[in-house]
């Protein structure tokens, strides 16, 4: 099994909402991340986490807040956000964070910020 | 600083055809380099991953080549598909910090 799940596939939010987005893989895979694309963009590396503890953070807004519960499970709670937040967020996952291996990734979580 | 282009930005041929992607990057000090593939407003699926040390890998109808000393690598796609209809992106892992930094992708275009 090489998949990679994310909910909700698309979501709507005010700017005063908070909500979370989830990703969950079973390849027993050791290093997490969370990627923001907008419309004809590459992916744009958010976080990193590696054996459940946050490795790299992109100088990311605080009003995105990752948690990694356990090493299957990757949320990303939302907060107060901004109309140019509005954007595919994408979930991908490795075997380990330095291994070379390719990232799985997920569909993404399509978000528009109202 | 490592940079990734692909070249061209866009790509439009008949069903059938043989066509070649282009990806090239700065810095030959790379770990890796992978070939992903996006459909519209879904995630991507990787094709294929080419070591350093490898010169190129294939997968079924895909063959991607490396030149590192040249800092160029080609996605060759043999009888193309209406179903390959997709943008194709590449990205590189640098032996520095091993994150991917991505090209801008090559939007492809399969008409029957």
């Known amino acids: 099994d090489t998949e990679v799940t994310q909910t909700p596939k698309h979501l709507v939010m005010g700017m005063t909402n908070k909500k979370s987005l989830k990703c969950e893989q079973h390849?027993?895979?050791?290093?997490m991340y969370w990627y923001k694309q907008k419309a004809k963009k590459p992916p744009e590396l958010m976080f990193v986490?590696?054996?459940?503890?946050?490795?790299i953070n992109e100088s990311v807004p605080s009003r995105f807040s990752p948690e990694c519960p356990n090493s299957s499970l990757l949320n990303l709670h939302l907060h107060a956000l901004q109309p140019e937040d509005s954007a595919l967020y994408l979930c991908?996952?490795?075997?380990?964070?330095?291994?070379?291996?390719?990232?799985?990734f997920g569909p993404g979580t399509r978000l528009l910020v109202l | 600083k490592q940079e990734v282009t692909q070249i061209p930005a866009a790509l439009s041929v008949p069903e059938g055809e043989n066509l070649v992607l282009n990806c090239s990057f700065t810095?030959?000090?790379?770990?890796?380099l992978q070939w992903f593939r996006q459909d519209p407003g879904k995630g991507l699926t990787s094709l294929l991953l080419?070591?350093?040390s490898q010169r190129e890998q294939t997968s079924g109808r895909l063959n991607a080549s490396l030149d590192k000393s040249s800092g160029r690598s080609t996605l060759y796609i043999a009888a193309s598909q209406p179903g390959d209809s997709a943008t194709y992106l590449c990205?590189?892992?640098?032996?520095?910090?091993?994150?991917?930094?991505w090209g801008a992708g090559t939007k492809l275009i399969i008409k029957p």
């Open positions: 991908a996952s490795q075997a380990h964070l330095a291994g070379g291996e390719t990232q799985y």
């Open positions: 390849m027993g895979h050791r290093a």
């Open positions: 986490y590696s054996y459940e503890k946050l490795s």
């Open positions: 810095d030959s000090a790379i770990y890796n």
């Open positions: 080419i070591q350093s």
């Open positions: 990205a590189v892992t640098p032996d520095s910090n091993y994150q991917l930094i």
